[in-house]
T-cell receptor, first 115, second 114 residues
């Protein structure tokens, strides 16, 4: 089946630094990739949608200058949390979709802790 | 706006017992409905979906769900739970058009005791 690799699985960084999270589709071409944030005891919140080669579309309330998304190829999307603060600590999950109305395939998530 | 309610945040069942996880949705038209499972530290895996047709849908791992329009529900069931089913389960609703713009419920954490 389709596999999405998300890296790193855990990262701890100091407040004010930037962190990059990678999401790769290993055995299919991901036309569209999605980034979510999962709060404790809350559902997944869609942050942004990215299509290869174009700017990401951010959901309302998500700061695009803080959460930089790049989808430079059909197999890789990155999320960079810039100038991270403790309130950015969360579980971030990506998903990837191939061509057409195909199912989403999720990465294993990244636990970000900002100290 | 679409929304999903999973009234049970945490459920404990004995191994071998039957399971039903509740899901109610709010959506103005015919919804697409999904159940996903998330094991600890993992991403989400699609268990099953309802787009149209037969209201009883079969999924992977022996799960099934029934769409009841009159009750705005899409409850997930399994006749006999295995220890490996312990995970968090998310119901999701989306508009016609498929998988993308779905809204997830807050999840139900399933604990299985021997």
């Amino acid at each position: 089946g389709a596999v999405v690799s998300q890296h790193p699985s855990r990262v701890i960084c100091k407040s004010g630094t930037s962190v990059k999270i990678e999401c790769r589709s290993l055995d299919f071409q991901a036309t569209t990739m999605f980034w979510y944030r999962q709060f404790p005891k809350k559902s997944l919140m869609l942050m942004a949608t990215s299509n290869e080669g174009s700017k990401a579309t951010y959901e309302q309330g998500v700061e695009k200058d803080k959460f930089l998304i790049n989808h430079a190829s059909l197999t890789l999307s990155t999320l960079t949390v810039t100038s991270a603060h403790p309130e950015d600590s969360s579980f971030y999950i990506c998903s990837a979709q191939g061509a057409g109305n195909s199912p989403l395939h999720f990465g294993n998530g990244t636990r970000l802790t900002v100290t | 706006a679409q929304s999903v309610t999973q009234p049970d945040i945490h459920i404990t069942v004995s191994e071998g017992a039957s399971l039903e996880l509740r899901c109610n949705y709010s959506y103005g038209a015919t919804p697409y409905l999904f159940w996903y499972v998330q094991s600890p530290g993992q991403g989400l895996q699609l268990l099953l979906k309802y787009f149209s047709g037969d209201t009883l849908v079969q999924g992977i791992k022996g799960f099934e769900a029934e769409f009841k329009r009159s009750q705005s529900s899409f409850n997930l069931r399994k006749p006999s739970v295995h220890w490996s089913d312990a995970a968090e389960y998310f119901c999701a609703v989306g508009p016609l058009g498929g998988y993308q713009k779905v809204t997830f419920g807050i999840g139900t954490k399933l604990q299985v005791i021997p």
